[in-house]
């Protein structure tokens, strides 16, 4: 088979993302002898060919089912080893066509099954922990273009090269590039520490080209360090001599079409390409483009902000410190289509000056032109060729083009620059600040000299903001010129609002202030009124994600992806939009966020209280739904710190003013900055204007996160000070103030089943950790427990009820996994065992400790275990007169003064009984709001450090693994215990006949209306 031809397999299936664990290492010594015979003969196209398809061979299977490939790729792999190989054919890796459940005409039928399939698709990215993966999917808009429209756009969006382009490709040029040629100290070799640590990063999930290889599969292959088999390390240094290889362009020519060629897909109604790069080649470029990190920060310094960290906010800030104050016009460019018209030839040349050691493997990529397959139906594939350009699926894509374009660019600050102006370049977005003479010539280089690079300035895009002129007419004036000079659409040209002042006209002064500004790389610059135009247009787009969140059926998934990618998406905003200008923005996304949270925990409203302790860090207590007007100010003065120095370029006196007297006389962005400090003053006197630019991010914490807490402290306090008469509520809020009672909150269940919560559990568990009411708790009900006490309808008494078995059952979920942890780490130990206690002081048979561990390196004495589960409000059975309104103020406000009671009853019980019997004895209490004794901890943390040492994987890692699975066990178990009491006691006289499963579900959905009938006391 011809390497032109591999693209074929864009038909086949997906690539399997485990390798059976029995068939493992033979996998890998297939791999291995590929590897070997390429490095005893690296000219031989054959071997090459092979280890490309290998993965096709051993990887891709038609039938997703376990056994099978199990079966299959036992077969194949004994077909390989016995040297007989290469007898498959295409055919046998080409998928065949599920047919479509329903009727292609049934328009809701067809929306149905598109939104389960993403369902699906959302859940098996949560699976494998790629988070980001899950929520882009969810938000994306479904709906896909016809399959000729999208081969029609991705033709028109890769044309051959402009004349203006071919005219600089020269045989010299060619000469130079060609004559590149690596030997010696100059020869790539990568080191396997940097590989592993490469592959090692790599996030699950990520789909391949079509070499059907992925993540999963190589993190597989070379196992973990320090850890890894003798095999592994084998693979590890063959791949990575190959892989040198291809770096320094030893592969042969006629195979590279295998690396070069790509998989593309149009994506969405609007058909955005997509290109994905095979895996090996994604490898290669990632270290090839580390090796180049420092230089290039030192050549795009000031000019191209793409490499730079925070590089975005360099420039908007930028930006809007020259637009307070400067009278110089600003230009915000647009180009067509950048990247896949770049003159690549022109950007090779610019790699053999500045980057020799990228030029032999990019040669091999773009010295000629790939192909790009396309899917079409049943077995149709179309291929485009791409003549020019640089690939956006290449994960060198961006750097290659700014290598390229970096002359272009410094070629426009060199008009500018004597003219006090600036440009900014981000990857193909370019900015110009200047005076309006120097603007027009600016643009004439770059409608003439940007056609050499490739790049066509888009006439009906970009943004061009008049600076302040002499006057309205002036001002009219230049705006004609330049819709005819350069063809620029009229109402992409803004007049500055004090010129249009001067007409004298209120509506039309209004107007232009409302237009007066810029989108730039998401951030917002420009008058009050467009960047709150702009901010409620970006709230539409978060209420549609909500929306989407609120439709996904899973309140689990949900709530993380709010979590961990909802709640994160405003950042970037409001580190580059003053507070002042934010304020109804945040109001608003507040409400946003309130309607994800209802709809998780069913209810209509959140009251402030509530609403102020889901505000709060899960640590403090909270959901972690933050408080946006603290985040605001601390998020855009941690901005404004982070790239000081660029506005420092733009406006060198920003010390002085920022410690100005007053703040007449200053322009609107320091301003700004002095009223952010301001507030970060008052909550934390130590900052001051003096000190604020010194300030940075400290280990783990950012700069952001700790000016966030400096602004948010005391909301705990104040929250505790509010509900001060209720006595239960102070003490649910000072249990659930713990750094590990919200461990279930944050845990990501991906392939460990013991971590997924049904929706009933998890809501109820909110409605637990929040003390809300629980719709299957009505009021007025009494249990039918010894005393008939009255039940709470927060669902307290459900909980520990000593009736019923939940109590055990909470109890015995805990030891159960306590149990696993011992043994998973190695140590040996048992439950139930009867006669520990017996050896002296009578016999005690029936006294049996939960778990008994045998002496060993964690523990010098045999150590018993006793589990005791307590509640905050009443130690052990809450009734409705919560035994906490008897306690006094203090003891309430003692986290864990039910644990502590708990764990002194049993020291006295057992603690003396033990030590006769030469034994250790270790009460392990844990609260139902989460809140673990430090007992449960230490064993926790010992266990995990031995078992780190035999499973080679950091104790901390397996801390928090341990802790977020009993976290999520107590809670589930929690809910059961809940949901079960409820269903026996209220049974069949809450809605008779209807099973329990729909029964909760309909009480759930109605809750409101429950509780306001009242249920007949
Ligand atoms: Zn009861």
Known sequence: MNANDFGALVQACQGIRFIPEILEKRVRMTFIRTLQNIISNKTCEDLWKKMFLLPTVLLVYNSQDAKSIKINMEKRLTVLESGAAWTFTLKDFVQTRRRLAVDDTDVDAQLGLQAERRGRQVSGAMRVGNLSK????????????????????????????????????????????????????????????????????????????????????????????????????????????????????????????????????????????????????????????????????????????????????????????????????????????????????????????????????????????????????????????????????????????????????????????????????????????????????????????????????????????????????????????????????????????????????????????RLYGAESLGGLIGSKAFVEDGLTKKLVELNHDADKLIAHPNVQERMLLMQYCFNLKPNHLLRTTAPYYAKKFVKQLEKCQQRIVAASIETNTISNTVWAQMKLPIPEGGLGMRSWDSVSPAAYLASVIEVQQSIRRAYPELDDALNHESDDSLPWFIRDIRQAIEQVHSKDATVTSANVLTFTGAGQDSLQSILTSKLESGAFDTLVESVQQDKARVAMLTAVKDQHAGAWLRAVPKHFTHMMMTNREYSTALRNRFYLNQPFAPAGKRCTCAGNPAIDEKGFHLLTCRHGGGNQKRHDALKGHLFRMLN????????????????????????????????????????????????????????????????????????????????????????????????????????????????????????????????????????????????????????????????????????????????????????????????GH
């Not at 892989?243 to 969405?268: K, Q, T, W, Y």
């Not at 030029?359 to 773009?366: A, D, G, L, T």
């Not at 009671?901 to 709001?929: C, H, W």
């Not at 078992?947 to 801390?959: D, N, W, Y």
Request: charged share 25%.
């Open 134 to 513: 899950a929520y882009a999917t969810l938000v994306s808009d479904s709906g896909t273009a016809p399959l000729d429209q999208v081969s029609k756009v991705l033709h028109e969006k890769n044309p051959a090269p402009s004349p203006e382009v071919q005219a600089t490709i020269t045989p010299e040029l060619w000469d130079r590039i060609n004559s590149v040629k690596l030997s010696g100290d100059e020869r790539v070799k990568f080191s396997t520490e940097s590989l592993l640590k490469s592959i090692k990063k790599k996030k699950k999930g990520v789909s391949h080209g079509f070499d059907k290889l992925t993540w999963e599969i190589l993190q597989q292959l070379v196992g973990r360090e320090p850890d890894q088999s003798s095999d592994q390390v084998e693979f590890t240094q063959l791949l990575a001599k190959v892989l040198s290889l291809i770096a320094n362009g030893d592969m042969p020519d006629e195979v590279a079409p295998a690396l070069r060629d790509n998989h593309i897909m149009g994506v969405g109604v609007k058909v955005r390409p997509v290109l994905l790069c095979n895996t090996l080649r994604k490898l290669v470029t990632g270290l090839l483009l580390d090796s180049t990190r420092e230089k290039v920060a030192i050549m795009f310094d000031g000019i191209q902000y793409s490499s730079m960290k925070n590089g975005v906010e360099h420039v908007i800030h930028s930006l809007r410190a020259h637009m307070d104050t400067s009278d110089d016009d600003l230009f915000l460019a647009d180009a067509v289509n950048a990247f896949n018209i770049s003159n690549r030839t022109m950007g090779l040349g610019h790699l053999v000056d500045h980057f020799p050691s990228l030029v032999p493997m990019m040669r091999q990529m773009y010295g000629s032109n790939a192909t790009l397959w396309l899917r079409g139906l049943d077995q149709v594939i179309e291929q485009i060729s791409m003549q020019t350009g640089w690939q956006q699926g290449d994960v060198a894509g961006t750097f290659l083009y700014c290598v390229t374009t970096l002359p272009f660019h410094k070629g426009m600050q060199n008009l500018v620059s004597t003219h006090d102006g600036k440009v900014f370049a981000f990857v193909d977005d370019t900015k110009v600040k200047a005076p309006f003479r120097r603007m027009c010539e600016t643009i004439r280089y770059m409608d003439t000299e940007g056609l050499k690079y490739g790049y066509q300035r888009h006439r009906a895009k970009g943004t061009y903001l008049l600076g302040r002129c002499r006057s309205l007419a002036d001002a009219k004036f230049r705006k004609e010129f330049l819709v005819e000079e350069f063809g620029m659409d009229p109402t992409r040209i803004q007049i500055h609002p004090d010129n249009v002042k001067e007409s004298g006209d209120e509506d039309e002064y209004k107007l232009a202030c």
């Open 824 to 1015: 998973h780490a190695g140590i040996s130990c048992t439950t139930e065992e009867t006669n520990e206690w017996s050896r002296v002081g009578g016999d005690n048979r029936n006294l049996r400790p939960d778990i008994s561990i045998a002496a060993s390196q964690l523990y010098p004495r045999r150590t018993l275990l006793d589990i005791t589960i307590t509640h905050p409000l009443a130690g052990r059975n809450v009734t409705a007169q919560h035994s906490v309104q008897s306690q006094t103020m203090a003891i309430v406000q003692k986290k864990g003064w039910a644990a502590d009671k708990a764990f002194n009853t049993k020291m006295s019980k057992y603690s003396d009984l033990s030590s006769r019997n030469g034994l250790s004895f270790i009460p392990q209490v844990f609260e139902s709001t989460g809140y673990i004794r430090s007992e449960v901890l230490d064993l926790v943390k010992k266990v995990c450090q031995h078992a780190s040492e035999t499973r080679k994987i950091p104790a901390e890692v397996l801390f928090q693994y341990h802790i977020k699975s009993l976290s999520v066990v107590l809670q589930r178990s929690n809910a059961e215990t809940q949901l079960n009491r409820a269903d026996t006691v209220f049974g069949s006289a809450l809605l008779p006949g209807v099973r329990n499963l729909m029964r909760y579900d309909a009480i759930m959905a109605h809750s409101v209306v429950h509780a306001d009938v009242g249920w």
